[in-house]
Nanobody, 118 residues
Framework: QVQLVESGGGLVQAGGSLRLSCAASGTSFSITRMGWYRQTPGKQRELVATITSGGSTNYAESVKGRCSISRDNAKNIVYLQMNSLKPEDTAVYYC????????????WGQGTQVTVSS
């Protein structure tokens, strides 16, 4: 059974930094893509950043230049370093992985709250 355990969320002042971590376990196949999404009440979950097993990254325009995603393929851990945080970054952040043999499946973490105070 695939499990994603997130950590690193919390309360930070505007301009501060946080580092989120997500450890994946229980996968039978290699993880092709890992990423972070976020969601605020009443809104759809949105992409923050993704990274492939080869290291290719993709960022939402709103976080480009402020966030950096990385992964440890040996440990199946993905990190999100967030700098220069803004109040509008406040959300529940969800870890996501894609894994599978012939069909890729999405797996989600339970979410970690990030709150940025002004």
């Amino acid at each position: 059974q695939v499990q994603l355990v997130e950590s690193g969320g919390g309360l930070v002042q505007a301009g501060g930094s946080l580092r989120l971590s997500c450890a994946a376990s229980g996968t039978s196949f290699s993880i092709t893509r890992m990423g972070w999404y976020r969601q605020t009440p009443g809104k759809q979950r949105e992409l923050v950043a993704t990274i492939t097993s080869g290291g290719s990254t993709n960022y939402a325009e709103s976080v480009k230049g402020r966030c950096s995603i990385s992964r440890d393929n040996a440990k199946n851990i993905v990190y999100l370093q967030m700098n220069s945080l803004k109040p509008e970054d406040t959300a529940v952040y969800y870890c996501n992985i894609q894994s599978g043999q012939f069909v890729l499946r999405d797996y989600w973490g339970q979410g970690t709250q990030v709150t940025v105070s002004s």
